[in-house]
Nanobody, 115 residues
Framework: QVQLVESGGGLVQPGGSLRLSCAAS????????MAWYRQAPGKEREMVAT???????NYADSVKGRFTISRDNAKNTVYLQMNSLQPEDTAVYYC?????????WGQGTQVTVSS
């Protein structure tokens, strides 16, 4: 089992920045990759960024060049640095981990971009 706890969400003005953190605990040695997803009101959950154990990354087209996913293996933590935030980035952001058997989810953290 893997437990994920997100933090770092909040209210930010358009053009601003936020950094989300996801602390993993439990059977973390089994994790193949981690990811950030988001879900806006009335929309389906969508992948934002992924990072493998070897630190290869992948991004949704809508966030390329603005968001950066990274991981600190010593702290068992994954980060999502979000720059140039826009109102359409408003959503609940979820941390995700996959260990070849199942996917695990955090509780989510709200990000609101508004003036």
């Amino acid at each position: 089992q893997v437990q994920l706890v997100e933090s770092g969400g909040g209210l930010v003005q358009p053009g601003g920045s936020l950094r989300l953190s996801c602390a993993a605990s439990g059977s973390i040695f089994r994790i193949a990759y981690m990811a950030w997803y988001r879900q806006a009101p009335g929309k389906e959950r969508e992948m934002v960024a992924t990072i493998t154990s070897g630190k290869s990354t992948n991004y949704a087209d809508s966030v390329k060049g603005r968001f950066t996913i990274s991981r600190d293996n010593a702290k068992n933590t994954v980060y999502l640095q979000m720059n140039s935030l826009q109102p359409e980035d408003t959503a609940v952001y979820y941390c995700n981990a996959y260990d070849y058997v199942q996917a695990y989810w955090g509780q989510g953290t709200q990000v609101t971009v508004s003036s």
